[in-house]
């Protein structure tokens, strides 16, 4: 699976990211003079139209597939997509440094069952930029992933290693915790444990709408190198104004947006909600290859 353009090697570059330089001096600076992620959430939304989707998606079921497709599948499939032709959305800030991710990964939680009791397993889609349809790359992976957690019960790497770390006596889980994060600093944070940490991929999802929830933001994180967070609301019927003040009611979705807004400008921000746009008008887009472009210019 490719990774991402192959480029000559710095001694600077992460095995997860490849050290950016020639920047300007102002963004040299920004992790230095402007704190950790946290300090630098830049919050939008945008409510989708999924008149489009609902029949791209109502053909992808025409012949009743044992896992249906669902507006889920289709939005992780247009954030990764977005994450590949707006290749400064996969960059990160790691030990004041600036680094674009090797790999297009999206984030989010499987509940196992919906009870309160019910336990939660973090999942990490991985886009292969030479595959089939994005759409299909995600049905495909969630329907497997849906499987192995609620059917046959396992869990990934992740979970069971918290499960484990959790035991531990406070004062050596708080020194834990300084080692991971001076690794993390210099780059040298294990392989494993990043490997299936949602919070060590290009975007985390939350869809609060599988249980009827609104939200309009989620902060970000100091741990790890996510710089991309996603609140997916409730699907609900909003009102359309024509130019004649007449109105229709369609099906729509709210997402909340919060990312790290040192990783680029509002400029480029604006351009990558456009081409989210662009491909919820035209979800037939998101049936193409991985790899083909979109001209929305």
């Known amino acids: 699976m490719q990774t991402t353009e192959p480029r000559k090697k710095h001694r600077r570059d992460r095995y997860d990211g490849w050290y950016l330089s020639g920047l300007d001096s102002l963004h ?17 939304s ?16 025409a012949d009743n597939p044992d896992f249906k497709y669902t507006w889920f599948h289709f939005i992780t499939a247009a954030l ?27 984030a989010f939680v499987v509940k196992r069952q919906f009870n309160d009791g019910a336990e939660e397993a973090e999942a990490k889609f991985e886009l292969d930029r030479e595959g089939p349809s994005p759409v ?6 969630v329907r497997g992933y849906v499987q192995k957690v609620r059917v046959e019960d396992k869990t990934e790497g992740i979970t069971n290693t918290l499960n484990v770390v959790q035991k531990l006596p406070r004062p050596i889980f708080r020194l834990l915790a300084k080692v991971l994060n001076w690794l993390e600093y210099h780059g040298w944070y294990p392989k494993g444990l990043a490997k299936d940490d949602p919070s060590y991929s290009s975007i985390f999802v939350t869809n609060l709408g599988s249980i009827k929830m609104n939200a309009d933001y989620h902060h970000l994180f100091d741990w790890g190198t996510n710089s991309f967070f996603v609140v997916i609301s409730e699907k609900k019927l909003r009102p359309f104004f024509n130019e004649d003040g007449t109105y229709e009611m369609r099906n729509t979705i709210k ?18 909600l456009k081409l989210l746009r662009h491909m919820f008008a035209h979800p037939e887009l998101l049936d193409e290859p991985a790899a083909t472009p979109i001209d929305i210019d």
């Open 80 to 106: 990764a997509k977005a994450v590949l032709l707006r290749p400064k959305m996969n960059y990160f800030i790691a030990g004041h440094r600036y680094y674009e991710r090797k790999k297009i990964q999206i």
């Open 46 to 61: 945008e409510v989708v139209d999924l008149t489009e989707v609902d029949k791209f998606l109502a053909k992808k079921n």
């Open 136 to 141: 299909d790359q995600v049905h495909d992976y």
């Open 28 to 44: 040299v600076m920004m992790p230095y003079m402007f704190g950790p992620r946290t300090k630098n959430e830049a919050v939008m």
């Open 255 to 272: 997402l909340g947006m919060t990312i790290d807004e040192r990783i680029a400008d509002g400029y480029y921000f604006a351009k990558t």
